[in-house]
């Protein structure tokens, strides 16, 4: 029998195929690892850069993630975009609220003005302002209408429009910017049929509207105009002796005349009808104002008395400051008022004084209304029969003649009978 040579069986094959009879589904090959060549230990690191590179360049990492935190996400945007445009609103908001609490407080003090001003107690503090006249810019007007010496003036409450008057009956209407003549009256000879005046006019009075301008003199008549047109409107009588004076309050189309009659007369234009007589000055009343339509204040002339009339209560109150007559009168404000006479004193704001000693004087009142202190004055040839400011302020108008307004007892040659605007200089407040 022939003989078997044993071999020994793979000890992985035994252990996965002991059952007899079954081979093993697969065989597994035996790999021997590598070595990997290690490296020297002393290998010398050349700079950070390296570093990085051997562990794994955590800095260029980090350089990166400050990029990506630099990028603006859509949410970040339209938040931002949202606080721009709130911050913007807040601003104009606020810049608008500042202009109108401005506006407001600007509205606040002119209404707060024009209602003392329609009361008659608005002061204005512009003597302390004004510096003087500016001699370049003096304006001489002159009409071939009215030759003989102007006697009064009256001014527009807007400062537009100059009336004068004068003693060949003419009244004429200037326009104060250009200093044009707008328009005339005509007077007219005694006995003779028209609208005008038949003798000298001596006083002048405009209502605080412009609806109304009234002339009177020596006829003895009272008319009232249209300002704007110069037509006749209506005609008063009732005074024996010649207006010296006319006047109307604030806000009021009630009018004051003052008579050489010894009289004042109060007339409703309105209406067009006589309302009262007041009595009391023992001479001619050579002067009249008013502020508001419960007071006026009148000058006497020869009996050197100013008096204050309280309309409602029907009383009045004198006042002795003048040694000779009292030709003029006018209020300050509801409480005070100067008079001027012809003893050449001030008896208690920038108040003018005309007279024919070649110098207009401009006098300033201090705050208590306790004394007057000379401001400056104007060289002037002539009588100066009346005498305004305009109500910004910015020109002194004077009627300037040969003769004095109520006579002619001396007379200055060398003098123009002439309408005169001084433009004033004043400081910047």
């Not at 002796?241 to 005349?257: E, N, T």
Request: hydrophobic residues 35%.
């Amino acid at each position: 029998m022939p003989s078997v040579k044993k071999t020994k069986r793979p000890r992985a094959a035994l252990r996965l195929g002991r059952k007899r009879g079954k081979q093993p589904s697969f065989t597994v090959t035996e790999v021997k690892k590598q070595k990997q060549p290690r490296k020297e230990l002393d290998e010398e690191i050349q700079s950070d850069s390296d570093l990085d590179e051997i562990e794994g360049k955590p800095g260029a990492k980090d350089a990166d993630d400050e990029e990506d935190s630099d990028i603006e996400t859509p949410q970040e945007k339209r938040l931002r975009l949202a606080k721009v445009y709130l911050e913007e609103i807040e601003r104009e908001e606020k810049e608008r609220l500042e202009a109108q609490e401005l506006q407001e407080d600007a509205i606040s003090s002119r209404l707060r003005d024009e209602a003392l001003e329609q009361a008659g107690k608005l002061r204005k503090k512009i003597a302390s302002t004004f510096l003087g006249v500016d001699e370049n810019a003096i304006r001489t007007l002159r009409c071939k209408e009215q030759k003989l010496p102007l006697t009064c003036l009256v001014i527009s409450s807007d400062d537009k429009f100059i009336y004068t008057a004068s003693k060949d009956h003419v009244i004429v209407k200037w326009c104060l910017e250009s200093g044009k003549r707008e328009k005339t009256i005509g007077g007219r000879k005694q006995g003779k049929a028209g609208e005008g005046h038949s003798a000298s006019i001596m006083c002048l009075a405009i209502s605080d509207d412009n609806k109304f301008l009234a002339s009177s003199g020596l006829d003895k008549l009272i008319k009232i105009w249209d300002p704007e047109s110069l037509s006749h409107i209506h005609t008063f009588t009732g005074h024996r002796g010649p207006v010296y004076g006319l006047a109307f309050p604030k806000g009021s189309h009630d009018l004051y005349s003052a008579s050489a009659d010894r009289s004042i007369k109060v007339w409703n234009i309105k209406e067009m009808t006589y309302v009262e007589s007041l009595f009391g000055h023992q001479d001619a009343v050579m002067a009249i104002d008013t502020v508001t339509r419960d007071r006026a204040v009148t000058a006497g002339g020869r009996d050197a008395s100013v008096r204050l009339w309280k309309i409602v209560e029907e009383s009045h109150l004198i006042f002795n400051a003048h040694q000779g007559s009292t030709d003029s009168v006018r209020f300050i404000d509801d409480h005070h008022f100067i008079s001027c006479g012809e003893d050449g004193n001030n008896q208690s704001i920038a108040s003018p004084a005309g007279s024919h000693d070649g110098k207009i004087k401009v006098w300033g009142c201090d705050e208590k209304f306790h004394s007057l202190n000379l401001l400056f004055d104007i060289p002037i040839k002539g009588f100066v029969n009346g005498i305004q400011f305009t109500k910004d302020a910015k020109y002194l108008v004077a009627a300037v003649g040969q003769e004095h307004r109520l006579g002619r007892w001396w007379r200055i040659s060398s003098a123009k009978n002439s309408l005169v605007l001084f433009p004033l200089c004043q400081q910047k407040q």
